[in-house]
């Protein structure tokens, strides 16, 4: 699919959707069928999920999300309560959850794995672009061995609802869909994105689309730029500005007792690596998806689910017009899960879980100068399940997850087995009553987790230019493991709550690059090698809504004619150390605070606010780069307005107020550029629509 269809998709798919909702807005038109309302954040420690299971879980949805998004899934979800943002750039960003990166954490798209490689290096982009996505959870707890041992720190699962679970329309059918426009940013972004649903109740068919581009990244200091040998002092990064395109389809046929359901999509990006600055990378990703449900099985099983992913992925580094390194990874993964019904005993007891097989395997081919990791294939085969025991004052849970898992590096022919096992349990008092639920609940979790190291993790054994260091493996790396435990609390009255969750995460092999003090001599390079230390990570985190003006239960004023007006406060902090060398672990967040004022009267809504991160002066070795403290002021405004049977979100966001010189602790960039290192966006503004019809 070129890039020229690509953008005629996105603008017609805008188009059509733009147009069904003026002519919804004129008079005299019919409302549609079904409307799409928009969706307030959610974010708790413990929201029930849809299986009834206690796990702690972030959640963004609707015109919180809208407001939140930026242009990489980590920069999206950076500053909730335990995650902030890798930050290669503009254009790269994976979550770092609780002080762990990379492949500890799984990244799912509709809980189905992704099968890209920005674990691989921090230079290698997400081929999820936020603009197409309906919701975003963030899982912790016995649940995350659903989905693999490499959950280590957590699941963040992607939803775009390809594929319709559930009817979303009558018999006699409907259209709904969404369309947004935003522009601005100090990338001085333009996107566009468009989804279309047509149906009744029985199929569903589902496309949606997006376009993004931007330039290069705007801040608040003079950068060196050198293109072509010419050198050039900017307010700009160098080679920071990103392309961006995706088109998907889905089809769904509704069953009496179930579904069954086809996606495909496609994702190109063209952006710059910033540590390079004749540096682009070309990625391409094509997935399809066939998943289904079978409700009410044979009279024996609640539910009898399975789902099958393929998945080609292709990246190539561009230095200037020349070639350079390609990166190609392809595979499937196989999930079947089995339901089945729930015991109820005395007292109110229910036992419910689920209980499942998983199969995937891919290939990784690497070629060029850079190609620091040889070809590779993994398989993995594992099977798991999660419980949960509800009762009259609460829940307990747990899970448990078997795999075995085979990596061979197809140069040498060596094969390397892995028979990780994993075991979690996790308990919630709620101490709560009333209708309301005011009160305390009350939570804990702990776990016994192993992950088999990744290929790289092996077989690495060459310069990496993005890290700026030469890579060695450890082909003899044992598993990873981790005893790991929090202990948490939540108390609501009316519209106030508050949260505390402490957690210690204790690695007895935590795999992790070590600098050995020499050279490489054919490249000069720092060797750093894979080791497995001991490690221990400690934090704290915390959050909470004040109603201060409006409601019964205000703070100042119960006057609801002014709408209300809440103080959401929030701070975290994690102490991670690497206690085999005594020395920090790298790449950690400082303890970050924050503040927002948010007002909402009518159709009107505001936020203004701060974070401000404390200075991060633990760094591994003496000479590391370490990063002041700094405050960042945001602001922003939305109305929401309805018109026939179309919702209308028009919101503006006003970042970095006062043009805050600010440095990321998270960021490999931070040590590697030096005085040249990009530091975070200045000040901008950002403008956007949302059309829900």
């Not at 928009?38 to 015109?63: D, F, K, N, R």
């Not at 293109?227 to 509704?254: E, I, P």
């Not at 290939?363 to 850079?370: I, W, Y």
């Amino acid at each position: 699919m070129n890039l020229s269809f690509q953008r005629s998709a996105v603008t017609v798919a805008t188009c059509v959707s733009l147009s069904a909702v003026w002519a919804q807005s004129q008079p005299g038109a019919t409302p549609s069928t079904f409307t799409t309302p928009l969706q307030e954040v959610t974010i708790t420690a413990q929201p029930p999920t849809p299986a009834g299971l206690s796990a702690p879980v972030q959640q963004l949805s609707g015109a919180a999300l809208a407001q939140r998004l930026g242009s990489t899934l980590g920069e999206t979800l950076d500053n909730l309560p335990g995650i902030a943002n890798s930050a290669f750039g503009p254009n790269v960003g994976r979550p770092v959850i609780r002080g762990l990166d990379g492949d500890r954490i799984r990244i799912l798209q509709n809980s189905g794995a992704n099968m890209d490689v920005s674990g691989l290096s921090f230079d290698h982009a997400l081929p999820i672009d936020p603009l197409t996505t309906e919701r975003i959870e963030v899982l912790r707890g016995p649940a995350t061995l659903l989905y693999g041992s490499s959950a280590i720190g957590g699941v963040v699962n992607v939803i775009d609802n390809r594929i319709a679970h559930e009817p979303m329309f009558d018999a006699q059918g409907g259209v709904l869909g969404k369309a947004e426009l935003r522009a601005g940013g100090a990338a001085l972004e333009r996107s566009s994105g468009a989804l279309v649903e047509a149906g009744n109740d029985k199929w569903v068919l589902h496309l949606d689309a997006f376009d993004r581009s931007t330039r290069n990244l705007s801040v608040p200091k003079l950068m060196a730029c050198t293109v072509n040998g010419v050198t050039t002092m900017q307010r700009r990064v160098c080679n920071s500005a990103s392309d961006a395109q995706g088109t998907a389809g889905g089809a769904t046929l509704l069953l009496d007792r179930g579904y069954l359901g086809l996606s495909a999509s496609e994702y190109r990006s063209t952006y710059g690596t910033v540590a390079e600055p004749d540096v682009t990378i070309g990625m391409l990703r094509r997935h399809q998806v066939m998943e289904g449900e079978w409700r009410d099985a044979a009279g024996l099983l609640q539910a009898l689910k399975f789902q099958w992913g393929h998945t080609r992925y292709s990246h190539t580094e561009y230095p200037g017009a020349a070639t350079g390194t390609r990166f190609d990874n392809g595979g499937n993964e196989l999930r079947l899960e089995a339901k089945p019904y729930a015991q109820h005993w005395a007292h109110g007891m229910q036992l419910q879980g689920v209980v499942g097989l998983q199969r995937d395997g891919n290939q990784l081919a690497v070629q060029g100068d850079e190609a620091f990791v040889p070809p590779s294939r993994t398989l993995s085969n594992a099977v798991f399940t999660h419980q949960v025991l509800t009762t009259g004052w609460g829940q307990l849970s747990a899970g448990a997850r078997a795999e075995s898992v085979a990596v061979r590096n197809q140069t040498t022919g060596a094969d390397k087995h892995f028979s990780p096992f994993s075991v979690a349990l996790g308990g919630m008092r709620n101490l709560r009553q009333g209708e309301a639920q005011n009160g305390w609940q009350l939570s804990s979790h702990l776990s016994w987790s192993q992950r088999a190291p990744k290929d790289y993790e092996l077989f690495a054994n060459g310069p990496h230019a993005a890290t700026g260091t030469f890579e060695v493996g450890n082909a003899n790396s044992a598993l990873e493991r981790a005893t790991q435990w929090d202990l948490g609390g939540e108390w609501k009255q009316g519209p106030h709550k508050v949260s505390l969750t402490g957690f210690v995460s204790d690695f007895a092999n935590y795999l992790s690059l070590q600098a050995t003090g020499t050279l490489d001599p054919t490249h000069s390079l720092p060797v750093y090698a894979l080791e497995g230390v001991r490690a221990r990570l400690v934090g704290l985190e915390s959050s909470a809504t004040l109603r201060m003006v409006g409601g019964s239960q205000a703070f100042l004023s119960p006057d609801a004619r002014r709408g209300t007006l809440d103080l959401a406060l929030r701070a975290d902090g994690v102490r991670a150390d690497d206690l085999t060398h005594k020395q920090p672990l790298p790449r950690i967040a400082p303890m970050r605070v924050g503040a927002d004022w948010v007002w909402a009267h009518q159709a009107w809504g505001a936020r203004f606010g701060f974070t401000h991160a404390a200075a991060q002066h633990r760094v591994p070795q003496a000479g590391d780069v370490t990063t002041a403290a700094y405050t960042v002021w945001n602001a922003g405004v939305n109305y929401q307005a309805r018109s026939a049977g179309t919702r209308w979100l028009l919101f503006a966001k006003l970042d970095n107020l006062t043009n805050q010189l600010a440095y990321s602790s998270t960021s490999v960039l931070t040590q590697t550029m030096g005085a040249n290192a990009p530091p975070l966006a200045g000040r901008s503004v950002k403008l956007g629509v949302q059309a829900h019809f």
